[in-house]
């Protein structure tokens, strides 16, 4: 084991997004790689906007990936005592102070800073303040003087320098006594033995005061990696207009959990000119030195072309447990037709997600064929007859419906009845399936099975004569 120990530290106030599970992949293989410590921790000090059903969302989803933790899950809310009692640390040692100010009069505040030119931040007004009047406060920390700067190298952008001039004195406990984000995350991260934070690029702000909570606490700076973000095709932040952002509708629309996390790794991170990742691939190879500095684009078109690669590579007998739901959405009972690997088997090749391969399977459990109409007038005519007869025929003499049978039937009635193949093809598909799209007529044969392909020829033949 090494001393590599990350985190992934969600807010319970929604679903897991495409962006998080990005970051949670990140932080997971690396701790796999350098057989570290993978912490989750719920960040729930947000009372009013956390809920369980939101904590599910993400476990579930965090489970659908792959990604087991080493501890956890922690929850912030447990910890409400220990951020007390560093708070009153912070005041004791005269590194943080109350702070009395009104909203009103911080507005009046940034109004005139801003009249004046100024950055509207706070401007002190309670820093020296003795009394302790009966009054709601705040409790700020107490942005160091003798210092102009903070510099931090991150392991993806590099060295990052923010100048106090643009800070002000963080608010780490509002007026009901509860901690805020940016000094929870220090306390937690500290105490957790936290010593490389990945996380989005989006909290780099938070970085220089987060750094400044650590040094006034005492505790080691964890070293920091920024991940850039995930942009839709118009260069603007992923959200829903650029289609689901939620991991778990990705599942319910019938991707593969291989496929995303090859997909999500993908975007920031490469090797080489490789695109197939298998999650012991990605362990034996990830690493942040070839993680991008710039926004990966979200391309959904992509993550089909990877789904339907694991769809046509996976292993039949898991891909038809997996389809299972998808078949029951659409009321089939698969245990009610033909062998569902069968099945599975026969679709592969033709299915991008696990809705595609359900809707392509429906004419397998059909009793009886619903014909379509265009397909019904254009293949099923009287005139058909006879070869659906001979078909029948030959087809009731056959024992066994292998490839080569099959080859040698339909090459006899072909030489029989001086046509090619399109000729009886089109038809009999229509009698098997209705007419949709659908797999080679032998590979149809043979997943339906004699009886059930004669009863769907049978059927074809009634048709023609009423």
Not at 42 to 51: F, G, K, L, N
Not at 127 to 137: F, K, L, V
Not at 290 to 319: C, M, Q
């Amino acid at each position: 084991m090494s001393d590599l120990r990350v985190r992934f530290a969600p807010s319970p106030t929604g679903y897991l997004h495409i962006g998080g599970a990005r970051t949670a992949l990140f932080n997971y293989l690396l701790a796999k790689k350098e057989a570290g410590s993978f912490i989750l921790r719920i960040e729930d000090t947000d009372v009013a906007r956390s809920t369980q059903e939101s904590v599910d969302a993400i476990l579930n989803a965090m489970e659908w990936l792959g990604f087991s933790c080493d501890e956890g899950p922690i929850y912030q809310s447990d910890r409400f005592e220990l951020y007390k009692q560093k708070v009153q640390q912070l005041l004791d040692e005269g590194k943080a102070y109350r702070c009395y100010c009104t909203p009103e009069e911080l507005d009046e505040k940034r109004e005139k800073a801003k009249r004046e030119g100024l950055k509207p931040k706070y401007d002190g007004t309670c820093r020296h303040r003795t009394d302790h009047p009966d009054a709601p406060y705040v409790v700020r920390f107490m942005l160091p003087e003798n210092r102009e700067e903070t510099v931090f190298v991150d392991q993806i952008k590099g060295s990052i320098t923010f100048r106090h001039e643009e800070l002000d004195d963080l608010i780490i406990q509002r007026t009901d006594g509860t901690p805020t984000y940016n000094f929870v995350v220090v306390v937690d991260d500290a105490e957790m033995g936290i010593n490389l934070v990945i996380r989005g690029d989006d909290h780099i702000n938070n970085t220089p005061r987060q750094i400044l909570l650590y040094e006034a606490l005492g505790y080691p700076v964890p070293q920091f990696a920024h991940v850039p973000m995930i942009l839709g095709a118009d260069k603007k932040r992923l959200s829903k207009r650029h289609g689901a952002t939620s991991v778990m509708a990705y599942q319910e629309m019938g991707y593969l959990p291989e496929a995303l996390v090859n997909y999500l790794v993908r975007l920031g991170w490469s090797f080489g000119d490789e695109e197939i990742f298998s999650m012991e691939d990605l362990i034996e190879k990830f690493s942040l030195k070839n993680v991008g500095r710039s926004a990966g684009v979200f391309s959904p078109e992509k993550l089909l072309w990877l789904n339907s690669h694991y769809i046509k590579t996976g292993d039949p007998h898991r891909l038809a447990e997996l389809l299972i739901p998808f078949l029951q959405q659409k009321e089939i009972d698969p245990l009610k037709g033909p062998n569902l690997v069968d099945v599975v088997k026969s679709l592969q090749e033709r299915s991008g997600t696990l809705i595609e391969m359900a809707a392509g399977a429906e004419f397998y459990y059909a009793d009886p064929i619903v014909y379509q109409e265009k397909a019904r007038i254009k293949f099923l005519k009287p005139e058909q007859k006879e070869i659906f007869d001979t078909i029948y025929d030959k087809l009731s003499c056959c024992e066994l419906f292998s490839e080569e049978q099959l080859e040698h039937i339909f090459a006899e009635i072909m030489a029989a009845a001086d046509v090619k193949f399109g000729k009886i093809a089109q038809p009999l598909r229509v009698a098997l399936t209705g007419g949709v799209p659908s797999p080679g007529i032998y590979e149809i044969l043979q997943v339906l099975g004699k009886d059930e392909s004669l009863q769907r020829i049978d059927q074809a033949r009634n048709a023609l004569s009423s």
